[in-house]
């Protein structure tokens, strides 16, 4: 016998409208356990969607999708809506090669209306999606959730600014899973949110409203003040109200008889944005989930009865700790040295750092910008800050590292977490456009580590480095199992190192491609093409007497970076161009990530679609040489 019988007959959010409300109750039921069973097979995000299950259920229930545009702000909770959503076939193929995204993706269903992955989009993007709606003369919803943690950041006040100043109807459901801005308080707090919900009372209060404007000035606003002052005293609120949206709550988003009650009146609600405060628990409904949300928000595969994680045994420490273990060190030996990150200590390896130095770590929320300037107004008084952030979370805050850091020639230390492909999490998660973007900035130090004891030694440099800005990049997941130094060493600035001499092919790695280099030489020597292996270390300040030497006693010099085009082979071409060794007919190649966005996939499949393994290596090099050159040393 199945144990999902009414969810085996729910295709899409149709099927699920067409039951009545009395089994929402086993659907929601049966949807967490359908969760819960897929993603111990494929492991991902697991708290944040067992949190919202009632809510979904819910909201597909009450609104029409995908006609009503339902929105989910990063779309780490999104499985039991894909499940909900013609997608269920396919929900253990999660975060796999060709399976479905781990976060909402417009090309993977019409129910997908904005695709999201990271935090703070969805109120701008809901806004946008009203005044368009609007302007076509259409009448449909348009519906946001979007979590506390993620009201943290700019983006999220901006767009609620803009909202209520407006008049679209927009509805904001604000999923509190950490901490209530106001707790519910029984069936007291139930029956207030349904009530205040009502059309008949926005009516009402929108009556009013504009009989007080009739009144003389005075009387309008004790009127105004009157009326928020009766609510606010049981309901808290204020702050959204003062930004122009109607709030309703806090209501438990786990009881399905306060949601639906008042989905069904802001459903009906004719005017202006409204704010909907649900209360929720990560986790709900998986007691290993429960008691430990922080370390079930992502998960790698799991025992659906005991919880436990099958997580593959490690070889090597991860760059993330290799990372956290050298800043600590640093930390030891200068108390100057101090950690930022934005919402992600467990990510970055700063919660170690935060357990040695709680007062020199500072959390600030997902915001990036506040995060860079932040660092650079500590940087301004002459300590020494640390700000780690994963490279596509570092786009965001592309103008503050610009005008705040680069231009002021303030020594803030960017550690540049996740850099190149990261796997499951796919494109949106990827590290590919940080030495493009960074690179272009004067006077601006980077690095990139080839192995652990690199970024040891990269580590110290950067604490070393007192006058200018800089940055170091590292990827994801375990090194190569290299010998970490005792202590880090700062390095000379612009200086590579060589690791194999050859006279034919010079290979000239960025980062974390050196191994495949050094595979790629190893193939490349059983051929007869004696092969150079350098590490360059620095994309700026360039190597230039390293390049110099590499342009002039090779036939082909071939460049490898996990980054996007325009970012260290662009920089070596125009040392080259500029020095006059491509007149003397080097033949150079330039190997970077294909300009297209990668779909998730293992590291491994997704380098060796994107060229930069070591049979692409190969391959670009003969291919530079050309067949005749290959004939004649037969």
């Known amino acids: 016998m199945s144990k999902t019988p009414l969810l085996d007959r729910i295709r899409t959010s149709a099927d699920l409208r067409a039951h009545p409300e009395s089994d929402l109750r086993q659907i929601a039921d049966e949807l967490r356990h359908e969760t819960i069973e897929a993603v111990s097979v494929t492991g991902g995000h697991l708290g944040a969607g067992l949190g919202v299950v009632e809510l979904t259920v819910a909201l597909h229930w009450v609104f029409d999708t995908p006609r009503d545009r339902l929105i989910w702000d990063v779309g780490h909770q999104s499985y039991p809506h894909k499940i909900l959503t013609g997608r269920r076939d396919r929900i253990r193929t999660l975060r796999q090669g060709g399976g479905l995204s781990g976060f909402t993706k417009r090309a993977e269903s019409e129910y997908d209306p904005f695709g999201a992955a990271h935090s703070s989009t969805s109120i701008s993007a809901g806004l946008g999606m009203a005044v368009a709606r609007d302007l076509k003369g259409e009448?449909?919803?348009?519906?946001?959730?979007?979590?506390?943690?993620?009201?943290?950041?700019?983006?999220?006040?901006?767009?609620?600014n803009n909202a209520g100043a407006r008049d679209e109807r927009l509805i904001v459901i604000l999923n509190d899973n950490d901490m209530s801005i106001a707790p519910p308080t029984g069936a007291?707090?139930?029956y207030l949110a349904r009530?205040?919900?009502?059309?008949?009372?926005l009516q009402i209060r929108d009556f009013a409203k504009q009989l007080a404007k009739r009144l003389p000035k005075s009387w309008e606003r004790r009127a105004a003040r009157m009326e928020e002052y009766t609510r606010h005293l049981w309901q808290g609120g204020m702050w959204f109200e003062e930004l122009g949206f109607y709030y309703v709550g806090p209501i438990d988003g786990h009881d399905l008889d306060q949601l639906l009650p008042v989905l069904k009146n802001v459903k009906d609600a004719t005017q202006g944005p409204i704010l909907v405060h649900v209360v929720t628990k990560k986790g709900k409904g998986y007691a290993p989930a429960e008691a430990s949300d922080d370390k079930y928000h992502g998960v790698a595969k799991f025992n659906v009865v005991t919880g436990a994680q099958v997580k593959p045994k490690q070889n090597a420490p991860t760059y993330t700790r290799v990372f956290a273990d050298s800043l600590i060190a640093e930390a030891k030996k200068d108390k100057r040295v101090v950690a930022i990150t934005a919402a992600m200590p467990d990510g970055t390896g700063l919660?170690?750092?935060g357990r040695e130095f709680p007062d020199r770590t500072f959390d600030v929320g997902i915001a990036e910008q506040h995060a860079v300037t932040f660092a650079a107004g500590l940087a301004a008084e002459g300590l020494k800050p640390f700000c780690a952030i994963y490279s596509t979370f570092l786009q965001r805050a592309y103008d503050q590292v610009v005008h705040d850091v680069a231009i002021q020639r303030l020594p803030v230390r960017f550690a540049i977490d996740r850099a190149g492909l990261v796997g499951a999490d796919g494109p949106t998660h990827a590290g590919s456009f940080d030495l493009a973007y960074l690179g272009c900035l004067p006077d601006f130090v980077i690095m990139a580590a080839a192995d652990e004891a690199e970024l040891v030694h990269m580590v110290a440099t950067a604490a070393a480095l007192d006058d200018l800005p800089c940055a170091f990049r590292y990827p994801r997941g375990e090194g190569l199992g290299v010998e970490r130094p005792e202590e880090g060493v700062p390095l000379k600035l612009g200086k590579g190192r060589i690791l194999r001499e050859g006279t034919a092919v010079a290979i000239l790695s960025l980062g974390a491609r050196l191994g495949e280099a050094l595979k790629a030489a190893d193939q490349l020597g059983a051929m007869g093409l004696s092969t150079t292996v350098a590490d360059a270390r620095f994309m700026k300040p360039l190597d230039r007497e390293l390049i110099a030497r590499l342009a002039k006693e090779h036939e082909v010099l071939i460049t490898i970076e996990e980054g996007a085009v325009g970012g260290f082979g662009s920089h070596v071409l125009q040392e080259l161009a500029t020095s006059g060794a491509l007149d003397r007919g080097l033949k150079v190649r330039t190997m970077v990530l294909p300009d297209e966005f990668i779909d998730h996939d293992s590291p491994a499949r997704m380098y060796e679609q994107a060229g930069l393994s070591a049979q692409g290596i190969v391959t670009t090099a003969l291919a530079a040489l050309g067949r005749d050159a290959l004939a004649s040393r037969a």
């Open 139 to 160: 009448a449909n919803n348009v519906i946001c959730v979007i979590g506390d943690g993620a009201m943290s950041a700019g983006m999220a006040y901006e767009a609620m």
């Open 188 to 190: 007291f707090s139930s």
């Open 195 to 201: 009530v205040t919900s009502s059309d008949t009372y």
């Open 351 to 353: 919660d170690l750092f």
